[in-house]
Nanobody
């Protein structure tokens, strides 16, 4: 059974930082691209960032988070991280990690497995 478990969310003031983690089990972690998505109230789930399988050297960010967010992965620990700096109120959302064995664009339906999400709230 595949499980993705996010942690690290919370309440932070604008300009602050948070580090999210996503621990994976039940799959060969290094064989999967890992992504972070987010969903704000009343909005669709949107792509944040993805990192490629194995080497983790190919990374794509949404324009809204470039130069503020950093994704990384540790294949030995089956964990992907999202370092979020210079947070803004508009970053408030539930953040989900996701895994995919395929390829293509970064729409949610391209990802096979999802975590339950962790809430990030950024106050003004």
């Amino acid at each position: 059974q595949v499980r993705l478990v996010e942690s690290g969310g919370g309440l932070v003031q604008a300009g602050g930082s948070l580090r999210l983690s996503c621990a994976a089990s039940g799959l060969t972690f290094s064989n999967y691209d890992m992504g972070w998505f987010r969903q704000a109230p009343g909005k669709e789930r949107e792509f944040v960032v993805t990192i490629n399988r194995r080497s983790g050297t190919s990374i794509s960010y949404a324009d809204s988070v470039k130069r503020r967010f950093t994704i990384s992965r540790n294949n030995n620990k089956n964990t992907v991280y999202l370092q979020m700096n210079m947070l803004k109120p508009e970053d408030t959302a539930i953040y989900y990690c996701a895994a995919r064995s395929g390829s293509g664009d970064y729409t949610p339906y391209k990802y096979d497995y999802w975590g339950q999400g962790t809430q990030v709230t950024v106050s003004p």
